[in-house]
């Protein structure tokens, strides 16, 4: 079965600063996605980033951007000139490419809250 | 807007009673949808997958006879928390899956909190 571990349980920011979100997962797959949510206090999931495995590029997406690191098994989420909109619970979740009866099913982190100080 | 509606977003009920959750697809099909649950500043726990047509995949310790699920259409499954108890309230999420193929994104409803006095 796949993991998911976000060590930081909470990280902060000044505003316009960098921050950087950290995820590990294991699994003994070579084909896969992973993901980024955003859950703000609405509790709405939000999709941030996404990133194929088979792809070497990092994703980016405007100021979200990731460092891909499959053999280390690694994704983590930077987060460029940080706004307050920015506060929220955010989420490294990993999805299989395989099919099988729950295919498709996310395998969340424990998730990191962040803050974003004026 | 909401591809995924969820409803109802907030249910406060007496313990013993049932409650039933829907979430609907709105303007695509969708073959797979998911039910989660998730506690205050915890992380989502995947509960069941639930296939159009046949009985949803339970997720280990999760109760089949407590947590009913019926996915019936290609845009509505629902869940039903059966004779509900103050240790089922908690926050519900649903997410559906658009399509068949791997690279088909998921989408999540917006939620209900369920609140069992």
């Known amino acids: 079965a796949q993991t998911v571990t976000q060590s930081q349980p909470e990280m902060s920011v000044q505003e316009a600063e960098t921050v950087t979100l950290s995820c590990t997962y294991d699994t003994s797959e070579s084909d896969y996605y992973l993901f980024w949510y955003k859950q703000p206090p609405s509790r709405q999931m939000i999709l941030v980033i996404r990133?194929?495995?088979?792809?070497?590029q990092n994703a980016t997406e405007n100021r979200f951007s990731v460092n891909f690191q499959k053999a280390a098994k690694s994704f983590s989420l930077k987060i460029s000139d940080s706004q307050l909109g920015d506060a929220a619970m955010y989420f490294c979740a990993y999805r299989s490419w395989a099919g099988g009866t729950s295919y498709g099913k996310l395998t969340f982190g424990q998730g990191t809250i962040l803050t974003v100080h004026p | 807007g909401a591809v995924v509606s969820q409803h109802p977003s907030w249910v406060i009920c007496k313990s013993g009673t049932s409650v039933k959750i829907e979430c609907r697809s709105l303007?695509?099909?969708?073959?797979?949808m998911f039910w989660y649950r998730q506690f205050p500043k915890q992380s989502l726990m995947l509960m069941a997958t639930?296939?159009?047509?046949?009985?949803?995949?339970?997720e280990q310790g999760v109760e089949k006879d407590k947590f009913l699920i019926n996915h019936a259409s290609l845009t509505l499954s629902t869940l039903t928390v059966t004779s509900a108890h103050p240790e089922d309230s908690s926050f519900y999420i649903c997410?559906?899956?658009?399509?068949?193929?791997?690279?088909?994104?998921?989408?999540f409803g917006d939620g209900t909190r369920l609140s069992i006095l």
């Open positions: 990133q194929e495995a088979y792809k070497q």
């Open positions: 997410s559906a899956k658009r399509g068949q193929g791997p690279n088909q994104p998921q989408h």
């Open positions: 303007d695509f099909q969708a073959t797979t």
């Open positions: 639930s296939n159009e047509g046949s009985k949803a995949t339970y």
